[in-house]
């Protein structure tokens, strides 16, 4: 059974630092891999989907990393904002619909 | 992409009753699909709800608690029914386009 794991569950940063957020799932059979954002009380809004067959992917200050092998995914933000602040959450698709982990909390501060 | 909106955003209901909860969506999907989001959790699925079939619930989940209807291929409604304070969660809807899986806003409910 595919099991997600986020590291840390919660994050607190000052303005302008560059942070990793990390993402590992125990089983590498995966289809892709997607890092959403969720403000408090909200939906989930899609930041970035890595392939299987794919190494990174990037989208303005966001970076996403994939090592399949060794079930991990990195989520890289540069220059962070206040408005980046929010839980992050990671999700892996296999044979199986789409699994999340917990997230991680991020704060960053002015 | 695509863009998908929920009634009602939130609500608080008594235990015993149940809510019906909608989801329309800006395009034609072949499959929708409803999550639980319990209070410092991660999502839950809920079920698979296709258009002309019986939705395929997931372990843990029955039809006689969340009935769901897919009437065409824009729109779904679950329900939630006969509920206790331990169904209060964030419900959401989902949508995949492409490889791309999308949510809707979510539906807040508090059960006293």
């Known amino acids: 059974k595919q099991e997600v794991t986020q590291i840390p569950a919660a994050l607190s940063v000052p303005e302008g630092e560059n942070l990793v957020l990390n993402c590992s799932f125990t089983?590498?059979?995966?289809?892709?891999l997607q890092w959403f954002r969720q403000d408090p009380g909200k939906g989930l809004t899609s930041l970035l989907l890595?392939?299987?067959?794919?190494r990174e992917q990037t989208s303005g200050r966001l970076n996403a990393s994939l090592d399949k092998s060794s079930g991990r995914s990195t989520l890289y933000i540069a220059a962070s904002q206040p408005g980046d602040s929010a839980t992050y959450l990671c999700a892996v698709k296999g044979n199986t619909p789409l699994v999340f982990g917990k997230g991680t909390r991020l704060s960053v501060i002015a | 992409s695509a863009v998908i909106s929920q009634k009602p955003s939130r609500d608080i209901c008594q235990r015993g009753t149940s809510l019906t909860i909608q989801c329309q969506v800006d395009?034609?999907?072949?499959?929708m699909f409803w999550y639980r989001q319990q209070p410092g959790q991660s999502l839950t699925l809920i079920a698979t709800a296709n258009q002309g079939s019986e939705a395929t619930y997931e372990s843990g989940f029955v039809i006689d608690k969340f009935p769901i209807s897919r009437p065409n291929l824009t729109f779904s409604t679950l329900t939630v029914s006969n509920m206790s304070p331990e169904d209060s969660s964030i419900y959401l809807c989902s949508v995949q386009t492409g490889e791309t899986q999308y949510f809707g806003p979510g539906t807040r409910l508090l059960v006293l």
């Open positions: 395009s034609q999907v072949t499959m």
């Open positions: 089983d590498s059979a995966i289809y892709n």
């Open positions: 890595i392939q299987s067959s794919q």
